[in-house]
């Protein structure tokens, strides 16, 4: 049997090869399609990126639940402290400009995946900055309700089986 960190590692390298070479519409789809528990490695990578749109950008902050985390003032008091944290972080690097391009629409107030209005019982503690309420304008429409043919959680099939594979063959 392989142990954990050798199939995270593992499952890393695969999802990492695909996103490093994956074109922008490809990594909205993938922010938007994929199962976010346990997906934070990718999802930081993605983060990490200055040629990330805006778009895209503002898409995971809101579907890591924005919303939610109006009514913590730090990470300590978050149930989450690295979403809490993260959170901040693309605070930080949109209004800093680290996302330059905002070529890919999306509008938080419309959005399926985490919207400012999730969470309308929660007490807002720090709201969220206005310029994180601001649709990006963006000419490319990225479709994401649904994964394309030949996807699964925003992954190529070839990649998800690939995945698949490699954690049923712990299982044996």
């Known amino acids: 049997m392989t142990s954990d960190n050798d199939i995270e590692s593992r499952a890393w390298n695969l999802v990492h090869a695909y996103l490093a070479d994956a074109s922008p519409a490809a990594w909205h789809v993938f922010a938007a399609r994929s199962n976010y528990d346990g997906n934070k490695q990718a999802l930081r990578w993605l983060l990490d990126q200055p040629t990330l749109d805006r778009g895209t950008a503002l898409l995971i902050y809101w579907y890591l639940g924005a919303a939610w985390h109006v009514q913590f003032t730090s990470a300590e008091q978050a149930l989450s402290p690295d979403t809490f ?18 070529n890919i629409w999306f509008d938080p107030h419309t959005s ?21 309420l601001e649709p990006v304008n963006g000419s490319e429409l990225v479709e994401v309700s649904e994964d394309p043919d030949g996807f699964d959680e925003g992954l190529p099939l070839s990649v998800a089986v690939a995945l698949y594979a490699l954690f049923e063959e712990n299982e044996d």
């Not at 399926?112 to 994180?132: H, Q, S, T």
């Open 85 to 102: 944290d993260l959170l901040r972080l693309i605070e930080e690097r949109y209004a800093e400009g680290f996302y330059q391009a905002g």
């Open 112 to 132: 399926e995946g985490g919207r400012p209005d999730d969470y309308p019982k929660v007490p807002v503690v720090r709201p969220v900055p206005a310029i994180m």
